[in-house]
């Protein structure tokens, strides 16, 4: 059952883990992981998805074609040796390597091209959309 708080965080379309409110919720919210539908990781990049601009816009339709609304969704620019501690910190129901490969054996971690060289060679648009397939069944 969710607490009064998750449910006006919920009705308001604010993504719980923005919302602290106090110390004692600051330890809470390190002390476990953020429940999110969709947390999407890419290497760092100079032209990065999790920036403003036409690669995130793409990004967003992407995953709103199977489903996804933006508030449903995390972007996350790191390190390649970082990632694996990122993965650690979230609870996601899909996640999506975009651009990075690492050998992360799991039924909800998929690798993906990265939006930015999606939109610079379209036949990458079909492989692309067999992996956000893929995806939209961990989703269910």
Known sequence: ML?????????????EYLHVTSSSDASATHSQKINIKCLVVE???????????????????????????????ICTS?????????????????????GVSLPIQSKSIFNIHH????????QLKREAWEVLKQAKLCLQ
């Not at 607490?3 to 993504?15: G, T």
């Open 43 to 73: 290497s760092e990049q100079s032209n990065s998805m999790c920036s403003p601009g036409e690669v995130q816009d793409f990004l967003y339709k992407m995953l709103g074609a199977i489903g996804l609304q933006k508030q449903e969704v």
């Open 78 to 98: 790191e390190a390649v040796e970082n990632i694996k501690k990122v993965l650690e910190k979230y609870n996601a129901q899909v996640v999506l390597l975009a």
């Open 115 to 122: 939006p930015n060289k999606i939109l610079a060679n379209e």
């Open 3 to 15: 607490s009064i708080r998750s449910q006006y965080l919920n009705e308001l379309k604010i993504p």
